[in-house]
Structures are given as C-alpha cells and as structure tokens.
C-alpha cells in the first residue's frame, strides 16, 4: 500500500493487514458454515438451526481480543462466529449439530445450536436465555478469587437483556469490579417482539451506568469499531478495572430461526434494506478501499472457504453416532447405580412417569 500522512484505521488500532483480513476469513468462514447448516436443515439432517447472519462483523470483532486457552467465553445460540474465532472448528459446529456421538460440545446431547466445548474454555449454552451471563460473573468471580489472569465474555440480545438475573450478574460484576465483558449483540428483534416493546428507553447500553461501569453503543457493521470497543473492555479487565457492557447494533438477515417466517410480521421492505447493513460486503468496502483487500484475493479466500467448509460437512458426516450405550455418559458425573449402560437406560425409559 502507498505511504500515505493518515495511517489506516486498522493500522491506529495496532491491527496488521493479516489481522484485517484474518478477520475477514473469520466473518466470511461463519457465514459458510451458516449458509452449510441451513441446506443441511432443509434436507432433513439437521433438526434445527438457529443463525447469526448478520451478527458476525460484531461478533468476530469483539472476540477477536480474548486469549484463547486463558480467557473464557458464555456465549449465546446465535454466536457461531464468536465461538469460531475463539478456537472452535467447522467441524466443531457441523458435528454438533449432527448430534454425533463424539461432538465436542456434548457428544450429542445438546440441542442443536448448543455448541461449547472445554477444551476452548466456552461454556456450553442453557436454552432459557440469558444464564449465561450469570455463569460468565461466576467464572470472572472464580478467577479473581484465584487470582488468575482471565477474561469473561457473554454474549446475549437485547430481548434477554431485559430477564431479572441480567440484572444481578451486570449489578454484582459492577460492585466486585470483575474482568467480564458482557456483549448484547442488538438485532431490533426478540423473535417476533420488535425492540421498542422489549426495551424500554431504546437502549441497553444506558443501563451501565446504573452497574457502575461503561456502555458503549457501537455500530455492528462496522468491524473496526467494534473492535476497539472491545480492545478497551478487555485492556480494562486485564488491569482490573472491572467490566464493560457493549451493545452492538447489527441486523438479524435471517428468521429467528429455522422454525420461524420473518415475512409474518416484519414488512418485506424492511427485511430487503437490512442487506445494505450486512457487515460482511461492508467490511470487504473498507478493505478495498485501503488496498488491503482485491478481488482477485477475495475469490481466493471464498475458494478456501468452500473447501474448508466441504471437508468439514464430509469430516463431520463421517463420525459416529451417540450410542444408547454411553447414553448417561456428559450427563451424570457418576454412573447410574445398579450398572447404568444400556439396561439401565431401558428400564428407566420403561418406567411409569418419567
Ligand atoms: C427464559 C426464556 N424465555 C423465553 C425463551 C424463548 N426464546 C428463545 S430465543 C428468544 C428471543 C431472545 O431475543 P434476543 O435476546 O433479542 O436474542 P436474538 O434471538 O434476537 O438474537 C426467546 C424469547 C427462552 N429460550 N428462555
Ligand atoms: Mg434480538
């Protein structure tokens, strides 16, 4: 790129080009393995999906600062990207919505779009919304009480923001000053509740201050912004200042999920408009506009992509299913009494009332 008296944005935020565009790969793999997992659920192999289009240029940016392998992640069912750039595969993603028996998130077990895993330190989902962010205060409470160097991020919308333990996780991070980055990724709609009869005020980002630390409203389109929101909430957690509340503002491009119809209560109008914020031609904009990215290395990159994404569908398809064998196995830490395993699992399933 030519000299120029201005550096990049990228550049004033102490981001590289391989950075940039690393994150790039990352929004671009996540909408891949998204756009995968739809087909797979139209075909019948995938029982559920539930999708973060839209949300991965906040999402990829705000994890982008988290240590993977030291900090730890609480994140939400639309949060593919997030867990993807914390470490999480493809493959990871895919084989956990196959439910295959050797998943990393729960071998199986969970409901599709309940991804996690130990090994990456990302906390497997809960369906009722929003006990997440409980459980990232608790891992924040546990490493200040060990005096370990780690980092919580949740992620959660805006429609959860409004439950009573949001409440008291955000008040008692704030009061103990705990490293924990809470995340809302705003997306104007609780299913089919828009957010003006969800939030009152209009913002969630406000509400900080009433916690005793920072809200900071970014534009979720915009990748560079959200980073160094985030880039500060973690420096600001690492020093022990305490948390920081962001509230990205994206667009939710799909129906809530593969069980919903968007077109039954949002204008068509208003779904075609939400294109023009996809932050992923957006980001590509920008790019372009620094000369870091050409269309000749953007072909190049979404070949990649869709090579990765079939080798993983293929990886993913190819492992084994859950046996009724191990069926207790990630679900009780002791076995079932009277020699568990199979008969076990019979004469439970066999038994009246349960
Ligand atoms: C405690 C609880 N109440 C209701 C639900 C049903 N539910 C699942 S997702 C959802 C909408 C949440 O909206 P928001 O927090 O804005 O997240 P978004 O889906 O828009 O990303 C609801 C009400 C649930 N899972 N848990
Ligand atoms: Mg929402």
């Known amino acids: 790129m030519a000299e120029t008296d201005t550096k990049p944005r990228h550049a004033e935020l102490g981001l590289s080009d391989d950075d940039v565009l690393g994150m790039y790969r990352a929004m671009l793999l996540a909408r891949a393995v998204d756009e995968r997992m739809w ?16 949300h991965e240029g906040a999402q990829v940016a705000t994890s982008w600062p988290m240590r993977s392998g030291q900090d730890w992640m609480a994140p939400f069912y639309r949060s593919i990207a ?15 919505h196959l439910a295959k028996g050797d998943d990393v998130s729960s071998g199986g077990r969970q409901m599709p779009g309940h991804y996690g895993g130990a090994p990456y330190n990302i906390v497997s989902l809960s369906s009722p919304v929003g006990t997440q962010v409980l459980h990232a205060v608790g891992i924040a409470m546990g490493a200040w009480v060990k005096g370990d160097d780690v980092v919580a991020m949740t992620q959660f919308g805006e429609g959860t923001a409004n439950q009573g333990e949001i409440h008291e996780a955000m008040n008692f991070a704030g009061v103990h000053k705990l490293p924990v980055i809470f995340v809302c990724e705003n997306n104007g709609y609780a299913i089919s509740v828009p957010l003006d009869r969800q939030v009152a005020g209009g913002s969630v980002a406000a509400r900080a201050a009433g916690y005793g630390m920072p809200g900071v409203t970014v534009d979720g389109g915009d990748v560079l912004a959200c980073y160094a929101a985030a880039r500060e909430a973690h420096d600001r957690a690492v020093r022990g ?17 593969s069980d919903d119809d968007q077109r039954r209560y949002r204008d068509p109008a208003e779904v075609d408009q939400l294109k023009e914020r996809d932050p992923i031609p957006m980001f590509a904009d920008e790019l372009r506009a620094i000369g870091v990215l050409t269309d000749e290395l953007d072909e190049q990159i979404r070949t990649e992509i869709k090579a990765e994404v079939n080798d993983a569908n293929k990886r993913a398809d190819a492992r084994p299913e859950p046996t ?25 399933s066999g038994t009246e009332g349960h």
Do not use: C, W
């Open 39 to 54: 087909l797979m659920q139209r075909a019948g192999k995938i029982a559920f999906i539930i999708s973060g289009q839209g």
């Open 241 to 257: 200042d305490g948390p920081t509340l962001i509230e990205a503002n994206v667009v939710r491009l799909t129906s809530h999920s």
């Open 82 to 96: 997030s867990a993807m750039t914390f470490g999480m595969t493809a493959e990871d993603i895919i084989s956990a």
């Open 324 to 348: 009724t064998a191990d069926a207790h196995e990630r679900v009780y830490a002791d076995p079932i009494p009277g020699g568990g395993t199979a008969t076990a699992m019979e004469s439970l």
